[in-house]
């Protein structure tokens, strides 16, 4: 069992930034993959970034990549999303999740936090 918490979110405007951090809680925490997704109402749940337990591969989805940097500290059991260049399009709730898979399906990941709430004004 991994149990998440994440932190960090608010209200920022476009151009801002903001950075997410997620607590995990168990023993096991380096052999998970660390992923972020969001979801912004009326919208699928969406990838944003994942890391291996090692901390040395990481995959970005497209709309991200060169604003947001996921990292972990497998010391603390946290993983971290420094956003930056924010626009009203990020505007989503964000999630932290934990999966035994390399994978940016959403589908492949077993525990999940209960998400935070990032706004971006125009």
């Known amino acids: 069992q991994v149990q998440l918490v994440e932190s960090g979110g608010g209200l920022v405007q476009a151009g801002g930034s903001l950075s997410l951090s997620c607590a995990a809680a168990?023993?096991?925490?380096?052999?998970?993959?660390m992923a972020w997704f969001r979801q912004a109402p009326g919208k699928e749940r969406e990838f944003v970034a994942l890391i291996g337990g090692n901390g040395g591969s990481t995959v970005y989805a497209d709309s991200v990549k060169g604003r947001f940097s996921i990292s972990r500290d497998n010391a603390k059991n946290t993983v971290y999303l420094p956003m930056n260049s924010l626009n009203p399009e990020d505007t989503a709730v964000y999630y932290c999740a934990a999966s035994r898979f390399f994978s940016t399906s959403a589908a492949r990941y077993d525990y999940w936090g209960r998400g935070t709430q990032v706004t971006v004004s125009s």
């Open positions: 168990g023993r096991t925490f380096r052999n998970y993959v």
